[in-house]
């Protein structure tokens, strides 16, 4: 089982900035890629920005704004949200992909989700 722990989440007013943290523990021998998503209310669940073997892609919506980057050796990821507006309001969800152990089966695994909420 691998698990993954948000933080970071919260309420900032509108040209704020938040940074959000996610670790992934337990049984994992290797993580693939790792990515936040985001799913406001009444919305679908979409990609914010993943980032893999050292590659970043970022949604239209947050580019020049968000910054992914990642601590292979804490096994953890980060999102740092900069000019944030109303709209960036939604539940923030973690995501990681790769293999475990003991037989090196693939996982794809989720957070819990952190809110975010941009107003003033």
């Known amino acids: 089982q691998v698990q993954l722990v948000e933080s970071g989440g919260g309420l900032v007013q509108p040209g704020g900035s938040l940074r959000l943290s996610c670790a992934a523990s337990?049984?994992?021998?290797?993580?693939?890629?790792m990515g936040w998503y985001r799913q406001a209310p009444g919305k679908e669940r979409e990609l914010v920005a993943g980032?893999?073997?050292?590659?970043?892609n970022y949604a239209d919506s947050v580019k020049g704004r968000f910054t992914i980057s990642r601590d292979n050796a804490k096994n953890t990821v980060y999102l740092q949200m900069n000019s944030l507006k109303p709209e960036d309001t939604a539940v923030y969800y973690c995501?990681?992909?790769?293999?475990?152990?003991?037989?090196?089966?693939?996982?794809?695994?989720w957070g819990q989700g952190t809110q975010v909420t941009v107003s003033s």
């Open positions: 995501n990681a992909e790769g293999r475990q152990l003991p037989y090196f089966n693939s996982f794809n695994s």
């Open positions: 980032t893999s073997g050292g590659s970043t």
């Open positions: 337990g049984s994992i021998f290797s993580i693939n890629a």
